[in-house]
């Protein structure tokens, strides 16, 4: 059953860094997050864009003034400052302070606790045992840190990734269009589902890349977020504060370190249909009638329809042979 201190650490808790909420605005959707959070999910994005919030994914636009500008959450701030005021006192005695760590139970106990429900548990002062958590905090944060710095390579990676891909796609397009230069007349419609194919892939692959790095940046701030509560709790932490939150801290550090989000672009190539035999068999440009009569005008005529005819298949296969000796 859910305690009116639980519930109201939920809800003052920044759904991004998981941490009570600081300096608290609300999004029109009403989702509440730290200030410092949305900064850093929305750093490059300039007043007036518009962005998704990272809980409903529901659009606002940043107010002209940037993010600060977003309206205070004075509700959530003093649920904050309730739930600040309550993690020193010993949950199950309000007058009295956590004093000692029970190793069994995994928790911050008072003086009280320890005489009635865990006289017979390993519990030893707070002091001893934060030093030890400290080192594990320390080490989380190094993780952390070097996360962070994987998940920006892999963020440049993509960015790579998608601008070669474009490339890619672009060079196949061109292909595309130098056969359908060659027999245009005939395969103007299958050129343009080829294309209209080719747009949607790249489409989406546009839209996979954005949404992985939205991701990466999401996990960024969280991590940064995370990153500076580790170092403040490590730095001015009292050692209650250590015991009680390094447990969660290092749960939510394995959380983010699990999360494992790549951006794999598809491989596009086209080749182009075998089709000069098919050509060969075909008249596609009229009937060439070689007479013995002379005809004025005609055999210049004639002539004329034997080389043109001459120079498609030429084309066809000048393209073709092109495309084999690329693609092999």
Known sequence: MATASSITTDLSTCPICLDLCDNPKSLPCLHTFCLK????????????AEVSCPICRNKFQIPQNGLDGLRHNFVVQQLAEMAQKRESSCEKHKDKQVELYCHDCKENICVKCLSINHNSHNSVEISEVADS????????????????????????????????????????????????????SLVDSQINDVLKKLQSVKSESAKEA?????????AVVSMESLHTRLRELLDK????????????LHNRVTELLDNDLKYRPPHVTFTP???????????????????????P?????????????????????TVCMFYVLHHA
Not at 159 to 172: K, S
Not at 273 to 295: C, F, H, M, P, S
């Open 37 to 48: 959070c949305l900064q850093g999910l929305f750093r490059d994005k300039l007043p007036r």
């Open 133 to 184: 958590f400290k080192l594990r905090i320390d080490d989380d944060d190094k993780q952390i840190l070097s996360a962070i710095s994987y998940l920006r390579e892999q963020t440049d990676q993509i960015n790579q990734d998608a601008v070669d891909f474009i490339g890619e796609m672009e060079y196949v397009e061109d292909i595309v269009r130098m056969a359908g230069d060659a027999i245009k």
């Open 210 to 218: 954005e949404s992985v790095k939205e991701e990466h940046q999401l």
């Open 237 to 248: 932490g009292r050692p209650s504060d250590v015991t009680r939150t390094a447990g969660e």
């Open 273 to 295: 249909a075998d089709v000069v035999k098919y050509l060969e068999r075909l008249n596609l440009i009229g009937k060439l009638n070689i007479t013995t009569e002379e005809q």
């Open 297 to 317: 005008g005609s055999l210049s005529h004639y002539c004329q329809s034997f080389f043109m005819l001459y120079d498609l298949n030429h084309l066809i296969q």
